[in-house]
């Protein structure tokens, strides 16, 4: 399918009750958005990184209760899986869409990652534009602007606790005219990754 953007209607899903039925939401309205996001971006990104991408569309397999709050694709080197690896994500919450350079908790070099961090703070400052956000928890929605965290204190739990993780990158909401364009939109991704592939460079150091 041609991707065509974001609707309300997408961000919606998230407000349907029951597992079954979200899931069937998140089937039919966002991972068909996702496949075709990623069809568009995968040989740019593995262009762009120099070796070979692949995407992966999170299935929400091991929920048996709870509906998932948010959904993602995720572009990583590794064709198995993503979350052992630095990977690039986009993805829906309710109320927001996010594209991130994503480093969670079951990455087996973490410390190593963030010792590199640390070890070259004041260069991924300047890496990290002044709009961009900053997450240190995947399974909240909540960010904090890059002037507003302690970045240094930041990667100091990333590097110490073993739950903790760093994901940077960008939040759009629902109303932004972009989501509704797919061109402009897929833009803004390939924008976005160029401007995190140096960190995610960094992080292989």
Do not use: C
């Not at 309300?8 to 089937?27: K, W």
Request: aromatic content about 10%; glycine content about 4%.
């Amino acid at each position: 399918m041609n991707f065509i953007g974001f609707t309300q209607n997408d961000f919606d899903t998230f407000n349907i009750e029951g597992l079954e039925q979200r899931m069937s939401a998140i089937q039919e309205r966002i991972q068909p958005k996702f496949q075709a996001i990623g069809d568009i971006l995968i040989d740019d990104l593995s262009a762009m990184i120099g070796s070979e991408m692949h995407l992966h569309i999170a299935r929400h397999a091991r929920r048996t209760v709870n509906p998932p709050q948010d959904t993602w694709m995720a572009l990583a080197g590794n064709k198995r899986g993503y979350k052992k690896h630095p990977h690039f994500q986009v993805g829906l919450w309710g109320d927001h869409l996010f594209i991130w350079l994503a480093f969670i908790y079951e990455l087996p070099h973490k410390t190593n990652i963030a010792s590199t961090f640390l070890s070259q703070l004041d260069e991924l400052n300047e890496l990290i534009p002044q709009d961009y956000v900053i997450s240190l928890d995947h399974m909240k929605k909540d960010a904090v602007t890059k002037e507003s965290i302690d970045l240094e204190k930041a990667l100091i739990r990333f590097r110490d606790v073993k739950k903790a993780e760093f994901l940077v990158g960008q939040h759009i909401k629902p109303n932004d005219p972009i989501l509704q364009n797919g061109d402009d939109f897929i833009q803004l991704v390939k924008d976005t990754f160029e401007t995190l592939i140096p960190i995610y460079r960094m992080a292989y150091e």
